[in-house]
């Protein structure tokens, strides 16, 4: 991680879900439910395991760490569709920002070159941030097959563009998933349209990660899930550190790919190869 990144979200005080969560019907304040969910996503992703986190995927009673998982979606979810209405009627509003934007660098928003500039900015924003008006259940139910295979299940290199929130500018990768199924399969072109769906929002690299997990998670049920990114940030690029090649992995790993280090070993091998 950028020093930039863990300077903004302190890593040590990570507030327990089911108490600190603000539930998304109560409040109104995006920055509050933002900022905690994600101080979650830092529990575990990473491949070092602190054993705070055992998703049970064998239908056992739900634990606290379901519960949490279930909180964690919910919450994701409703802050997508809460401030995402139609991208029509938010245009004209966006489009004013951007003019704002562009008085405030110092620029002339009459100039002809960028008369026209506040309309453009405005339409691209919806477009990298078109994953709030998708919701996960719609893509996937019709793509959920009942298979017996049991062999991993690898989609790797998948492109990812998404937006860092702290400073609204891109942060670009590769996506690999892997998945133990138990079952149950997902249609392959679908892992890649989870990645599209939560990429294009305002994300951390790290929410994204989980949220993919546990969106493949909560789908088909499989014996385990593990997501690695890999990332240029281009707030670091661009601005703070300024190096080039910098690049940022976060990994997620749950139930078997948790558990298992053979398992874990062979989707890490699959990926790198
Ligand atoms: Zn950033």
Redesign the pocket.
């Known amino acids: 991680m ?1 020093a ?2 863990t300077d903004s979200v302190p890593n040590g005080d990570c507030p327990h879900l089911p108490n600190g969560l603000p539930s998304p019907a109560r409040t109104d304040d995006a920055d509050i439910l933002a900022a905690k969910t994600h101080s979650l996503s830092l529990q575990d992703s990473s491949f070092h395991s602190t054993g705070r986190e055992n998703l049970t995927m064998n239908g056992e009673v739900p634990t606290k760490e379901e519960e949490n998982r279930k909180l964690l979606k919910k919450t994701t979810d409703s802050h997508a569709s809460l401030y995402r209405q139609d991208s029509d009627k938010q245009l004209p509003g966006l489009a004013l920002a951007y003019r704002s934007i562009i008085r405030g660098v110092g620029e002339d928003p009459n100039r002809q070159g960028l008369k026209k500039t506040p309309d453009r900015a405005a339409k691209a924003m919806m477009f990298f941030t078109k994953g709030y008006e998708e919701k996960i259940e719609d893509v996937l139910n019709d793509a959920i097959f009942d298979e017996d295979h049991d062999e991993m299940v690898v989609v790797k290199d998948i492109e990812m563009f998404s937006l ?6 891109p ?1 670009i990768g590769k996506v690999s998933v892997g998945y133990l199924p138990n079952k149950r399969v997902l249609g392959l072109s679908k892992v890649a349209r989870l990645v599209e769906i939560y990429s294009r929002r305002l994300q ?1 690299q790290e929410r994204l990660t989980k949220q993919i997990a546990l969106a493949v998670t909560e789908a088909i049920a499989p014996a385990g899930v593990g997501v690695v990114i890999e990332a240029v ?4 690029v661009m601005r ?1 550190v300024q190096k080039l090649n910098s690049k940022t992995i976060t990994s997620c790993m749950l139930g078997d790919f948790r558990e298992d280090p053979k398992t874990r070993d062979e989707f890490l091998q699959l990926i790198r190869g």
């Open positions: 950028s930039d990144h860092c929130e702290h400073h609204l500018v942060f951390v940030h281009m707030c670091m703070g």
